[in-house]
């Protein structure tokens, strides 16, 4: 029995001799450890149903860890990102109708982060609304500010000592 799991484990040395614990997608390092679907979550702009399409398209067990994946299916995945729109339908892209070139995009990674500032610059330098909102902190989208997200020092009752 001993014996048994000496094998085992010298087996799984000889298969883990190719696993990557981390992997580099699209300018992001990923965990090998996750399982495939939930591995690409980790990239901005990836979300789940997204990950399963594409992992699905790949021909990839998607509970498989992403750390056993090959160079080429890798290769393949990152073609995959970049040429989401095609892949993808219509409604669950990220930008659709982009401001500057009316196109539908799927943005991820740090150009969505920038899409999104330029976004917010350019609220604020039109001066809508918004723009005014995302200047000086407040909610944006029409919440409630009498009683909540208060941010430093809260108000309301205090208790008297004594």
């Not at 930008?95 to 604020?124: C, F, P």
Request: glycine residues 10%; charged residues 35%.
């Amino acid at each position: 029995m001993a014996d048994e799991k000496k094998q085992s484990s010298s087996e799984q040395v000889e298969e883990d001799d190719d696993f990557k614990y981390i992997l580099r997608l699209s300018g992001n390092d990923v965990d090998g450890e996750k399982p495939a679907f939930v591995a690409l979550t980790d990239l901005n702009g990836i979300g789940i149903r997204i990950s399963e399409i594409l992992i699905e398209k790949l021909g990839y067990p998607r509970t498989k860890k992403i750390g056993h994946m090959s160079d080429e299916d890798v290769e393949k995945l990152e073609e995959m990102i970049e040429t989401l729109e095609e892949i993808v339908p219509a409604w669950l892209l990220n930008r659709r109708k982009d401001w500057v070139s009316g196109e539908d995009l799927h943005l991820y990674g740090m150009e969505l982060a920038q899409t999104n500032n330029d976004d917010i610059n350019r609220m604020r330098m039109v001066r809508c609304y918004r723009g005014i909102r995302h200047e000086s902190g407040h909610k944006v989208r029409g919440q409630r500010t009498r009683s909540n997200g208060r941010k430093g020092l809260t108000l309301g009752v205090s208790k008297k000592r004594g």
